[in-house]
């Protein structure tokens, strides 16, 4: 089976898996980390070289205090928790975001488990924190512009690569398939230029609802796809993946 060398998941769903059950939200999020914990397990199991988890957006400030802070303890205890296990299996972790908006705590936390992990061979393992596509975009043309600006670069110069090569993800292989759960058919200011080809799968199983299965039935139907990238079938093979 062809397998993807990346995979990115947005875990859309927990809020309502905590309310259907007569539970605060925050348990959603807390029992997410389990499906978590199951593609983590799953990407390892199947080759794919980098898993990519939408953990919290841009968009996910304007929620009320306690939630976010909630999660942001999650996200530290569970690095704090995690990390020897990840580190054992090899797995190489990258944070992308605006990671200044983030407490010092937490900050600290990712730098460390970075710079622990940096040399793994292992799956890599991106985690998205206060991130937007957009942001991601704004960004890298900022950075252009300051070495147009400087005489570091010709704005001739810029073609895609140069872009790419500004961009959270640069270095790695776009992702070939996107999952999303709890629904809803939208990319939600994930990886917006990195998703150009990528191939989409949805499901509407709840996030905390996620199983190791479900990974499996997205990578069965991502083998089934034909990826033109924007040739025609008969052209087909030429492509990467
Ligand atoms: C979206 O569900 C989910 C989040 C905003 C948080 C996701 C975070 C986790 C699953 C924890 C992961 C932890 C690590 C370390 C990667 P929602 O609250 O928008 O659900 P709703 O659409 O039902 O309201």
Request: glycine share 10%; aromatic share 8%; net charge negative.
């Amino acid at each position: 089976m062809l397998v993807p060398r990346h995979v990115a998941i947005i875990m859309d769903g927990n809020g309502r898996w905590a309310e259907r059950r007569g539970l605060p939200r925050t348990a959603g999020h807390r029992a997410g980390l389990r499906p978590v914990r199951a593609c983590i397990e799953q990407s390892v199991r199947h080759g794919v070289g980098v898993l990519t988890l939408f953990a919290f957006s841009s968009e996910n400030w304007a929620r009320p205090v306690t939630e976010v802070g909630v999660l942001m303890q999650l996200f530290l205890e569970s690095l704090e928790r995690e990390i020897d296990e990840l580190a054992a299996q090899r797995v190489r972790l990258r944070f992308i975001g605006a990671r200044e908006q983030l407490g010092a705590p937490l900050v600290e936390r990712i730098e460390a488990d970075e710079a622990r992990t940096r040399h793994n061979d292992g799956l890599i393992l991106v985690v998205a924190v206060a991130y937007g596509g957009r942001w991601d975009i704004v960004a890298a043309a900022q950075r252009l512009a300051r070495a147009c600006r400087d005489g570091r670069l010709e704005p001739d110069a810029i073609d895609e690569a140069r872009f790419a090569a500004e961009l959270s993800l640069a270095g790695l292989p776009e992702p070939d398939l996107f999952i999303r759960t709890g629904g809803e058919q939208r990319v939600s200011n994930f990886l917006l230029w990195n998703l150009a080809y990528t191939e989409l799968w949805f499901t509407d199983k709840l996030w905390p609802e996620f199983e190791a299965g479900d990974f499996e039935a997205a990578l069965a139907a991502f083998g089934e796809r034909e990826r033109r990238f924007g040739r025609s079938s008969g052209q087909r093979g030429a492509e990467a993946c």
